[in-house]
């Protein structure tokens, strides 16, 4: 009876869901454009992360050359930042915020603005002791690439709501 029971209230719990029009994101297939150019600032990896993302993920095509680009995508800035966040009794460091930004905008192949600048921003804690600085450093890194990671699958969910 019990099991029954469960049962219902599962099958129940799917159908709201699918009512209220709740469904998964899915995999996006392709952007409104076949090829894109991604110009990002030297020194970051977020540009390579984006043209490897839009190449594994999308129909769009990934051009080395903007005069062959239907669109570019160009990465205006990408930032880490580390503030604290709160402070033990004694003045020492408990907690840090970890701030990823990055701005970007859309372009075409003539420079008319497809997508206006916008800018992402990620956060995350790291809880800190002092007693274990080296596996902070490490964990820190990962929060940062894992921060960068969201950006780029944020950055595809909005190219693929652009209207050329």
Known sequence: MRLNKQKIFVIVILCALTACGFKLRGQISNLPFKSLYVSAPAGHSIGTDLERSIDARTTTQVVHKAED?????????????????????????????????????????KGIELAPASELVLMRNLPFLDAQILAKEAEEKMLYKDMQDDAVQQIIWRLSTVNP
């Open 69 to 109: 680009a239907e669109a570019i995508l160009q990465v205006i800035s990408a930032t880490n930042e580390k503030r604290i966040l709160s402070l033990s009794g004694g003045g020492r460091v408990r907690e840090f915020e970890l701030i990823y930004r990055v701005s970007t905008r859309l372009v075409d192949s």
